[in-house]
């Protein structure tokens, strides 16, 4: 992989872990804050779902920091041996998590008396509905994830034979 490309890949890795840390320390409390400032009733729930905001785009961030060893792999030419296997491994783990966190918060929406600004309640179901299309997109990447490991592992055993036949 050419080296230009490897630094514009560091470089958004690098711009979207300190966008996330801005939203762990900025925009997600102050959000939830002024939520709670224009419907008092949101006032107990916004504490966890803060903290779970947080540990979402922490896993966010741990995928990207495992990504970015991925590239020194590549940059090295090394990414068809066995340590690389180490970090597909936490990018996977890291999106089980969001997964998790995802799929708690729909269950969360879909059975808690959460009070709703409108007399329809359409902000909690299209909360819940969004909840539920992130667990489904984040199983797919984990699925998505877990078929290019199977694939690394394929390719890291062919070249260890080439490299036992050379």
Sequence with gaps: MHRLFIAALRAGIAAAILAGFFGQIVVIPTTAANEVDRFPPYAPFAAPYVTVAILGVACVQVALAATWMLLTMVRRDAIFTPRAF??????????IVATLLALGVAGHLAVAEIPSPNSDGMELIGATASALMCVGAGASFVMLVVIMRGLLRKATDLQTEIAEVV
């Design 86 to 95: 180490r970090w597909v491994d936490t990018i996977i783990g890291a999106a």
